[in-house]
């Protein structure tokens, strides 16, 4: 039997080097073709403009401000941030299972667009290159007073988006949070023992592999990694070293537009409904030597069979390790053979013929 084939048929771990988490996958458990049923996207029609939207142009939020009649990206801090500039130390003595440390930092909510009714995947390339530059501003001028800068989209009400209107977070904070600390001790160790970027060197193995490759473009390379735990898990990264999003060329920037664009279409056209996921950007930290950190972006989509179905991390995964059936390589062959046009824009050039 040839590594493949144990992969394909036998249940195995799979290691994250990023993290150094393993994930159970189990592929004989799919012991038939693929049956997905497509839920039809809900046709309840969201309108351009929400008179009682939060983040839509000139109307009022929460904290009493009112945004204003912006015509691109508006990016403004939370009403409700979940850090604040400043953060008490704590006393002497400390009990040091009771350990805990100040964190101070900042939150602000990013408008993708003034257009209520559009999710990221609808904008055009050049409104998805606006987005980027915003990314890029907001990490440059949080990373000068910030160790993290945190760029993230929660998408959908599974996600627990609050708004359908297209928007971000970027929550910067003064230490490294959990999973980017790991991150970087992963990353530091591989530069350590092999003088080269971990992603980097992943990302010239999955060019050569093929198989778990969902999009490509001259820069980019987006994969269902290896490793994943989500279904559709898809991590995204510059195909040459670079540390941060405000690091990117020019010509890199307008090609990260249209793999975005890419990849969100495919997970829009698996179901045929805007797709959930939770998505952000990580970048080198600030201030502190991150060697061999290379940029990439996970995008973290719950949905598993269908536009209801979603997986729950419950059970042995709370307790053990996170379990999957479809393998990464299936689910890559899956996301890549979807076509490129939006279902959305063939549903309104081929309206299904009428009965008589
Ligand atoms: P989510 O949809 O990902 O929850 O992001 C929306 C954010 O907008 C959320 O963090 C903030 C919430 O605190 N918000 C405001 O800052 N002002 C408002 O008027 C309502 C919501
Ligand atoms: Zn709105």
Redesign the pocket.
Known sequence: MTASDVLRAQPHRRLNPLTGEWTLVSPQRIERPWLGRVDRPSTTAVPAYDPAC??CPGNP???GQRNPAYASTYV???????LLPEATPPPEPRHPLLHWQPQSGT?R?VCFSPRHDLTLAELTPEAIGAVIETWCEQTIELGRQHAWVQVF??KGEQM????PHP???IWASAEVPTVPALEARSQAAYHDAHASSLLVDYASEETLRAERVVAASEAWLAVVPFWAVWPFEVLLMPRRSVARLPDLAAAERADLAGILKRLLVCYDNLFEVPFPYSMGWHGAPFGREAPGWQLHAHFYPPLLRSAEVRKFLVGYEMLAEPQRDLTAEMAAARLRELPARRYSERMANDPPARGG
């Open positions: 939060y983040l939020r929460a904290g403004f801090t939370n009403d409700f941030p979940a939150c909510v989209e929660n627990g988006a609050s708004n928007h971000g977070q």
